[in-house]
Structure formats: structure tokens, C-alpha cells
């Protein structure tokens, strides 16, 4: 439920950036980059899909206004950098040091900080099982795309958000959120639609109620199917690539997440007292 | 006046050559646009001179014309004749009651057959044959002033005092508030001898969450206020349909002191006001003593409808006192106030009229939004325009959408006028009269609007001026807060609870997480660098979460408020500077210890902020 929740939050803020891109409002990047910042302290694996958005804030806007892409990339930014150096700041308090990432659980509780698994076979096993769901959601925009026959404008692709998400999401944790993840991705689907409204026609309309009841119905028989049939060849498939890359893996784990070059408490004492 | 007649005075001018033919052209297309008097319409657009237009105008309708010989007519004056009305309802109606003999009145006007002026004169001598005198309205204003210059000072100075002395700030501290600060101190120094640990985890208690609670509610309103920026209060279509004939007097005051450098741009701004220029009072209030600053705005050679003020020399020497006293000689229905340097979008009037007329009668004011036309300058007026910005575009629409008091920022803000004479004006004994008055507006139930238009100010561009201004602005909200906390259950009965939290937190509490922030930065890098248990032995549980919120998230949030704000008004170049916020945090800090000191030692006096230090006169991207 809890995580449900935190992704009902990502899709909020999903919507607000998104509202700013389309009604140029800063009010929207306000409360979206706070509700970013927010969504990253429920959900820290968060920061593996926020290079995305820095390519979204940096080139979504008019070529005219070149000192806007820094302006407006650093106000993005910045709620959800500072919710990242306060995590660390709090780690490095209680004697952790400094960290880039931080996992779930309580903020202030020791036991929680630095709990990291990493199951590539099972993130791989969970991705080719949910790409055809993820697929469909994406219809909507296929669709939209193939009837405005308008270029398609950066801010778009804050709606493939959720699909990166789950993948760093999978990536780290290695399970499968299942449904839990998907209404929350209906959810945003909806509040796209709500955004786009007035520019789609009658018969997009149609089109976006259509496939979004499709998308309930294909989930529901998904999660059904999943659950009785997996075909053995793709498991070893699976197993083998990820044989493959887990290297590459542990390696980003020991050394780009575990041990966080930041500074420690001792090592500024050392420098101004040695 | 009928068409004809017009044209008739117009060529009177015309053939003494004192208008060419295309001045009077100009005057009738505005005429005919704006509505007014042809005649107040020539001289307002500087067109012709006041003495010439008056005498012409006095020989065309056969009147007598006392400004060619006002010491004669001023020794016909009789005080007890005089003082039948009140000074307003001269400086409003422009007549001066002169001598009364028999059946006959003698009185000078500016304007012959004024209806309004044989109603009020029906009303009370019911009997009597009115013969007139012509006369500039400058002369009439002179005169006034030289029969009521006593009595205006004087209602300048106490008027608040005598009507209201408990809103009155003359006096800093109540012998009850000296008393209550006495126990507190003497509570506390005996809690410190005999149970220290307790008493200073109180402290940290207290001050962390007074820093909590004000971080929240900055939070809060800054949330609230972004929201606003989908509703445009005044739109432009608004503006553009407005009909000009419609509009009412609009007086404008201008406190200028010691402002010799920036008088003439300041006159230039006002000329570009998009307001019918005779619908305009422009009232210059100008210390008597200060010759460099009059001699410099009359070489700007501004119309002859604008006035000069004299303000007689007395104590205290403020602001405040200057517009009390210019409040008196206003004529206007809308009155508003614009410092030296100000320059006000063109169309702020306007849209302040039209943000009257869609309002209740409970709103008596409306702020505009101050920010600089010198921000690029240096540091400290980028740092300064990042705090501008997120005050006047963030917090300020945030208490007005809750419907909070709101402390008026120190120009450009609109006046009821009949409002504000009824609040008794401006304090002159508190240095920020304008919070202060913002405040006992919301007391006494009105209302304090936020208007969607900004006036461009000059920002302190030297340090040692911008903490003078500082404290003096951190002063007046002591005495503000002072002020307001006089009688508490008084004041939460006017304005509720959330009224006083605000003025508790915004207030007080504003200047006083000034006072101890430099400590617990201190108490925070001796800890930091230095690994001592002092500090870590209070800091533990619910007041270790507490502090760790008040830095990480505090900070943060000054530094992204000042983000947002510069980045809404499109000034990107400013965005990297909202990470210095802290810095000029302690900046404050300092400003704030000099007005805690003045406040004891000085209290009433007004550091004088001096303008005309930028090279600048406009930026690149203020534009109209």
C-alpha cells in the first residue's frame, strides 16, 4: 500500500511538471519539483531516472531563451538535490558518511540506512514480464502522436517516466511491484488525458477512453497469466544475460553506491586541526 | 464646461499667444478622450502656466484675480470665518472662505461657479450673496497652509496619539510590557543559577521551534501565494476598456528628503503615468530645510497642477510625519505613496481604481509589488532582488489569499483616502509606518489587497546603506510588534487567531530568528569543526529532528523561494545567486543587533537610505 501511495505521488508530480510545460505557469514547477523532491525521499531509487528529466528541463523550452536552460533546470532540480544532500547530511551525522543513495525507511532510523540488494536475473525475469502492459499504457501516446501528426514536444516524454522508473525501481530491488504499480500508472495516464484534453479531437477522445479501459482489462488478465504460465526457455534466456552483465553490476554497486566518496566527519577535523 | 466656452478660453490663449494652435488641439483630443476641464487640462500637460491661464481666464469672465495681489487679500482674512470648514473640505473643493460683511460673502476659488462649492457654502450660511476671487490653486494652497501650518504639524505629529494612543508607537514599551520583560529575564536568570541544563534546552526548544514554526508558514504562504499566479486580479483587456472619463482625482504623495540626485528622474517617471495628467494630485513633501532637493525639482520644471509641500521642521523628522501632513492637503478620492526613486508601471493607477471597483468597501488598500531596476549592480542588489521577489510575488499574495493582515510595503500602495483619514494615517513615530499600518487596517476590519503591478525601486547597492535601511526596517517591526502586542486578547478579538500567529511569527518573529540565528550558526560550525559534546549533549531526540528540519529545510527553503520568485520574473541570471541566501541571512542578522540597539537608545530615529548611488536609471529589461 505504502508503495502505491509514493507512486500516486510520482504521478502528481509527473502532472504538475508536465502542466508547466503546457500552461507555462511556474506555480506547476514549483509544486512539481517539490513534489519530485518529496517523491524522492519516499522513493530514493528515484535519482536513477533523474538524469532523464535534467535532458527534459534543460532543452524543453524555446531556442530564443538560452539563459532559461540553466535557470529552469537548477529550479527543477534543486528541491530534489537538497532532499539528497539532507539524506546524506542526516547519514553522515550518525556516523554513515556521505552517500549518494539512500533506500527505504525511516530517515532517522540507523538500521534502515545502506540496505542494498542487487538481483539482475530477477529484475530482467520482471521486466519481460511487464513489457507488454508497459506497452499498451503507451498506446495512449502512440495514438496521440499518430492522429495530431504535431512534432512531438520534449515535455511528452515525462509521460515515460513511470516505465524508467520501474525499471531502476526493478533494477535495485529486484521484485516485481505488480499491480501496485500499475494503478498508480493508470493514474498518471488519466491525469495526461486530463492535461491534453482540449487539444484532442472527438475521436481522440474516444480512442483515450477506449484504451485506457483496454489497459484495466489487459492488466487484470496479465497478472492472471503470469501467474499460471512462464514459459521455461525465457527464464534461462534471462539467467544467461544476466550472468553476463551482473559484473558490470556489482561494480557500480561497490563503488557508485556503497562507497560514496563523500567527506567525512574525521577527515575535516583532521584538516583544520592536524 | 460646455464646448463652446472651452473654445472661447482657447482662443483667448490663443490670441495672447500664450498656447500655439496645436496645444489646444491636444488639449480638446484629451478632452474629449479623458473628460476635465480644458483649462486644468492645458496646464497639467504643461502647456501653459498657471498665472497666465487664471488671469486670462479671470478677464475673460470678469473676476476679480487674487494671485496678482495675494498679500492684499490675505490681511481680509477672518479666522473665525475660516475655521466654519474643516481644512479638507477646502483643499477638496478649492475655496477659501475670505470676509463675511453683511449679506455678502467674499470667497477665492480656482474654479468659478462650482456647484459643489455654492452647496456646501447654501448648506451653511443659508442667506448670502457669494461674490468670487479667482486664484491658482497654488496660491490657494499656500494660503491654506500658512493658516493651518500649526494645526497641521500638530495633527501630523500626535493626531494618532491623542484619537488612539494605544496604537501609538511614541511611546516604545507599556509600563505592563516593561514589567512582564523584567519577570521573564529575572524567571529565567534564577531558572539558569539553579537548574542550567533545563533552562537552556528550554531556550533551544523555544527558539527551534519559533524558527519551525516560521519556516512552515513560509512554506505554507509561498505554496498559497505561487497559486495565485493563475488568476490574473487585473487583466490588460480590463485596463485598455476602461473609460477615462470615469476616473477620479488621484493623489499622489512623494515624501522626498536630501534626494537632490534623483528628483528629476523621479519626475520624468511620473510624467509617464498613464492617468489623465489633470486628474493627477501630485503632492511633493519636502522638509523645509532641504534647499538642494527643492532647488533641483524646480529645475525639472514640472506642471504647475504638481505641488510643492513645505513641511515645517519638527520632531520626530520621518516619513510618516511628511505624509500625515501631506494626507491633509491630498484632494483626491485614491491616494497613493511613491518614494525618490520609484518607478511605477504606467498603468498602476489605473489598475488600482479598477481593483477598488471590483472590491468590497472593506478593502481599503491595495500593494502593488516592489522590486529593482539596478539588480545587476552587485551582489548585494541581486541578493536583494531575490528577496524582493519571493516577498512581494510569494509571501504577500499568500496572506492575502488567507486572508491574513498584510504589512504594507513602504510604497505604492492604494489608498481609500477617506479610509485612511478615518484610520487617523500613518504612525510618525514608527519607523515602519506602512507594516504598522497595514496591521491596524486589518484591527479595525478592512482589508489589504495585493495588486497585480510592480513599481521599480532603486536597490541599496552599498552595504553600510542597505544595513542602515535594514534596521531601521527591523526596528519598526519591534515597534510594530510592540505595538499590536499591547493589549493581546484586544487584538486576537479583532483579527482572530490566525491574525495574531501572524503577526507573531511575520512580525516579531521575523526579527528575532534574526537575533539568534548568528548563534546557532556559530553553535553549529564550533560543533562541526571542532567535534564538541557541549552542543550534542542537548541534541538529542524530537530536538536533534527539530534542528536538523530547521537547517536542512529552512536553508533549503530561503534558497528555493528565492529561486522560484527570480525565475517567474524571467531573471535567470539571478537564479545561481539564491544559493548565497544564507549569507545574506546573516546579513540581516546584523542589521537586525543595530535595531534592537536603536530601539533602546534611538528609538524614533530614521536612518535615512540614500538613493542615486547606481549609475543606472533604467535596467536592460524594464521597459515601458
Not at chain 1, 497478472?223 to 553490476?249: H, K, Q
Not at chain 2, 498613464?274 to 513633501?285: A, H, T, V
Not at chain 2, 519591534?478 to 478579538?493: A, G, Y
Not at chain 2, 483579527?495 to 537575533?515: A, C, D, M, P, Y
Request: hydrophobic content about 45%; charged content about 20%.
Amino acid at each position: 500500500m505504502m508503495l502505491i501511495f509514493k507512486l500516486i505521488i510520482f504521478s502528481f508530480a509527473n502532472y504538475f511538471l508536465t502542466e508547466y510545460f503546457k500552461e507555462k505557469e511556474t506555480a506547476y514547477l514549483f509544486l512539481g519539483s517539490l513534489t519530485t523532491a518529496l517523491f524522492y525521499l519516499l522513493l530514493p531509487e528515484f535519482i536513477i531516472v533523474l538524469p532523464f528529466y535534467i535532458v527534459i528541463f534543460f532543452f524543453a523550452l524555446d531556442q530564443k531563451e538560452k539563459k532559461k536552460r540553466p535557470a529552469q533546470l537548477m529550479t527543477f532540480l534543486m528541491p530534489t538535490l537538497a532532499a539528497t544532500f539532507s539524506l546524506s547530511y542526516i547519514s553522515w551525522v550518525y556516523g554513515y558518511g556521505m552517500r549518494l543513495i539512500y533506500l527505504s525507511g525511516s530517515i532517522f532510523d540507523l538500521s534502515a540506512v545502506g540496505v542494498f540488494s542487487l538481483n539482475f536475473n530477477s529484475f530482467l525475469l520482471n521486466l519481460a514480464k511487464n513489457i507488454p502492459v508497459v506497452s499498451l499504457i503507451y498506446l495512449f501516446m502512440f495514438f496521440w502522436l499518430l492522429f495530431k501528426k504535431t512534432p512531438i514536444r520534449v515535455y511528452v516524454y515525462l509521460y515515460l517516466s513511470p516505465v524508467l522508473l520501474y525499471v531502476g525501481y526493478s533494477y535495485i530491488n529486484g521484485n516485481n511491484p505488480g499491480i501496485i504499480f500499475y494503478v498508480p500508472m493508470l493514474l498518471f495516464s488519466l491525469f495526461y488525458f486530463l492535461i491534453f484534453s482540449d487539444e484532442f479531437s472527438l475521436t481522440m477522445e474516444r480512442f483515450f477512453y477506449f484504451f485506457l479501459i483496454l489497459n484495466f482489462i489487459t492488466l487484470l488478465l496479465y497478472l492472471l497469466a503470469v501467474m499460471i504460465i512462464l514459459p521455461a526457455f525465457e527464464i534461462g534466456l534471462i539467467e544467461y544475460l544476466g550472468n553476463l552483465l551482473n559484473p558490470v553490476l556489482v561494480y557500480f554497486k561497490e563503488y557508485a553506491v556503497e562507497n560514496w566518496p563523500g567527506p567525512g566527519l574525521e577527515l575535516i577535523r583532521y584538516f583544520y586541526f592536524r | 464646461m460646455k464646448e463652446n466656452e472651452n473654445s472661447f478660453i482657447g482662443e483667448i490663449l490663443l490670441e495672447k499667444n500664450l498656447i500655439t494652435k496645436s496645444d489646444l488641439n491636444k488639449a480638446l483630443k484629451i478632452q474629449k478622450e479623458s473628460g476635465g476641464l480644458i483649462g486644468e487640462i492645458l496646464i497639467s500637460e504643461g502647456l501653459v502656466r498657471a498665472i497666465d491661464f487664471y488671469q486670462a481666464l479671470a478677464d475673460k469672465i470678469g473676476l476679480e484675480f487674487g494671485s496678482d495681489n495675494l498679500e492684499k487679500y490675505k490681511e481680509f482674512i477672518d479666522l473665525n470665518l475660516i475655521n466654519s470648514f474643516e481644512l479638507e473640505t477646502y483643499i477638496i473643493n478649492q475655496f477659501l472662505l475670505l470676509k463675511k460683511e453683511n449679506n455678502k460673502l467674499k470667497i477665492m476659488v480656482t474654479r468659478q461657479n462650482n456647484k459643489e462649492v455654492k452647496r456646501i457654502i447654501r448648506r451653511k450660511f443659508s442667506d448670502v450673496e457669494v461674490e468670487e476671487l479667482l486664484i491658482t490653486n497654488r496660491d490657494l494652497r499656500m494660503i491654506l497652509e500658512s493658516i493651518y501650518k500649526d494645526e497641521m504639524v500638530k495633527e501630523a505629529v500626535e493626531g494618532l496619539f491623542y484619537r488612539h494612543p494605544e496604537e501609538s508607537a511614541s511611546r516604545v514599551f507599556t509600563k505592563s510590557q516593561i514589567i512582564f520583560f523584567i519577570l521573564l529575564t529575572a524567571a529565567f536568570v534564577y531558572s539558569f543559577i539553579y537548574y542550567r541544563s533545563a533552562s537552556i534546552n528550554f531556550l533551544l526548544y523555544f527558539f527551534n521551534l519559533l524558527f519551525m514554526g516560521s519556516i512552515l508558514f513560509k512554506f505554507v504562504l509561498s505554496i498559497i501565494g505561487a497559486l495565485q499566479e493563475r488568476e490574473e486580479f487585473i487583466t490588460k483587456e480590463e485596463v485598455e476598456s476602461l473609460d477615462e472619463k470615469e476616473l477620479p482625482i488621484y493623489s499622489i504623495l512623494v515624501p522626498v528628503y536630501k534626494e537632490p540626485k534623483v528628483i528629476g528622474t523621479l519626475i520624468q517617471n511620473l510624467k509617464k503615468l498613464d492617468y489623465p495628467s489633470s486628474k493627477l494630485d501630485i503632492l511633493f513633501l519636502f522638509e523645509e530645510d532641504d534647499l538642494e532637493t527643492i532647488n533641483k525639482a524646480k529645475e525639472a520644471h514640472p506642471p504647475d497642477n504638481w505641488n510643492f509641500i513645505y513641511i515645517p521642521e519638527s520632531h520626530p523628522q520621518t516619513k510618516p510625519k511628511a505624509c500625515n501632513y501631506g494626507l491633509k492637503e491630498a484632494r483626491g478620492e485614491y491616494l497613493t505613496i511613491y518614494d525618490a526613486e520609484d518607478m511605477p508601471e504606467p498603468d498602476q493607477l489605473k489598475k488600482a481604481y479598477i481593483a477598488f471597483q471590483k472590491s468590497d468597501d472593506k478593502v481599503i488598500c491595495f500593494q502593488s509589488a516592489l522590486n529593482y531596476f539596478n539588480r545587476k549592480d552587485n551582489l548585494l542588489t541581486k541578493l536583494f532582488t531575490l528577496e524582493y521577489s519571493y516577498w512581494f510575488d510569494y509571501m504577500l499574495p499568500g496572506l492575502d489569499a488567507l486572508k491574513l493582515p498584510i504589512p504594507l510595503g513602504g510604497t505604492s500602495n492604494h489608498f481609500r483616502i477617506e479610509k485612511l483619514r478615518e484610520l487617523g494615517g500613518w504612525d510618525p513615530f514608527n519607523v515602519t509606518e506602512d507594516a504598522d499600518l497595514g496591521i491596524r487596517a486589518n484591527a479595525r476590519g478592512y482589508k489589504v489587497g495585493i495588486l497585480n503591478s510592480t513599481t521599480y525601486e532603486e536597490a541599496n547597492n552599498k552595504v553600510k546603506n542597505w544595513i542602515n535601511q535594514r534596521s531601521r526596517w527591523q526596528k519598526g517591526y519591534l515597534q510594530t510588534f510592540l505595538v499590536h502586542n499591547r493589549q493581546p486578547l484586544k487584538f486576537i478579538q479583532s483579527v482572530g487567531l490566525r491574525g495574531w500567529f501572524t503577526l507573531q511569527i511575520f512580525i516579531g518573529g521575523s526579527v528575532l530568528t534574526h537575533l539568534v540565528a548568528p548563534f546557532f550558526w556559530l553553535l553549529f560550525l564550533v560543533w562541526l569543526l571542532s567535534g564538541m559534546a557541549f552542543a550534542a549533549e542537548y541534541h538529542v531526540g524530537l530536538l536533534l529532528y527539530i534542528s536538523l528540519w530547521n537547517l536542512l529545510f529552512g536553508n533549503f527553503l530561503g534558497i528555493y523561494l528565492s529561486t522560484m520568485a527570480v525565475f517567474k520574473r524571467k531573471y535567470y541570471d539571478l537564479v545561481i545567486y539564491a544559493l548565497l541566501n544564507p549569507i545574506y541571512y546573516l546579513l540581516q542578522s546584523f542589521a537586525a543587533w543595530k535595531a534592537l540597539k536603536q530601539l533602546f537608545f534611538n528609538p524614533f530615529y530614521w536612518e535615512k537610505t540614500e538613493h542615486g548611488l547606481t549609475e543606472k536609471e533604467v535596467s536592460d529589461d524594464v521597459d515601458f
